[in-house]
């Protein structure tokens, strides 16, 4: 069976304060690993995708990583908006998507 | 610009009731599928369509269904609303099956009383 989990639960970083979250995971074989994020209130939105170890993407402040137990989003300098929940899913043999519970974090000034 | 849109966004309903939570996507994805999201469980697959005619359950069926008669809409019944069935209910619609990422609704929040 498919496995995703998310740490730490929730997060606080002063503006700046760089720091990583994590997402570790088990999957008979794994087709994607999917970073979201979601505001309060909204549907989650897709951040980056990644399919196999090794592989990294950037989008602005934030970093996904992938390795072949778990997935890092590193956030560099986060500033107060990037605020959110974010959410590690995995497709694996099943073809759907297996979310992990999530990383609440909050950034102040 | 395509979108995916659910209504209602929220809905207060008594127990026993049979509700219909509707989502439309102008994405024309094959691909489409109902969540609901509830603390400490993260989103949990309701069920899912891989085309018109096509519906499949996911992992927390009991107690609803869906149909696709077209390719845009994916409505979700709760046939005898239950308590239990408070939570949020997220649509997402995506191209590919297993390696594209979902795109989701903005959600509806139901509440059984």
């Known amino acids: 069976e498919d496995q995703v989990t998310q740490s730490p639960e929730a997060l606080r970083l002063q503006e700046g304060e760089s720091s990583s979250l994590n997402c570790s995971y088990t999957?008979?074989?794994?087709?994607?690993l999917f970073w979201y994020r979601q505001d309060p209130g909204k549907g989650p939105e897709f951040l980056f995708t990644l399919y196999s170890a090794g592989e990294e993407k950037e989008k602005e402040r934030l970093k996904a990583t992938l390795t072949k137990k778990e997935s890092f989003l590193h956030i560099t300098a986060p500033k107060p908006e990037d605020s959110a929940t974010y959410l590690c899913?995995?497709?694996?043999?099943?073809?759907?998507?297996?979310f992990g519970t999530g990383t609440r974090l909050q950034v102040t000034l | 610009d395509a979108e995916i849109t659910q209504s209602p966004r929220h809905k207060i309903t008594e127990t026993g009731r049979q509700v219909t939570l509707a989502c439309h996507q102008t994405?024309?994805?094959?691909?489409m599928f109902w969540y609901r999201q509830d603390l400490g469980h993260g989103l949990r697959l309701i069920h899912y369509?891989?085309?018109?005619?096509?519906?499949n359950k996911g992992e927390v069926s009991d107690g609803y269904s869906v149909s696709r008669s077209n390719t845009e809409d994916l409505p979700l019944t709760l046939e005898s609303a239950a308590s239990s069935q408070t939570s949020v209910y997220f649509c997402?619609?995506?191209?590919?099956?297993?390696?594209?990422?979902?795109?989701f609704g903005p959600g509806t929040r139901l509440t059984v009383l």
């Open positions: 899913a995995l497709s694996g043999t099943a073809s759907k998507l297996t």
């Open positions: 369509s891989y085309g018109v005619q096509d519906t």
């Open positions: 999957v008979s074989g794994l087709r994607g």
């Open positions: 997402a619609s995506s191209e590919r099956i297993e390696e594209d990422e979902q795109f």
């Open positions: 994405w024309n994805h094959n691909n």
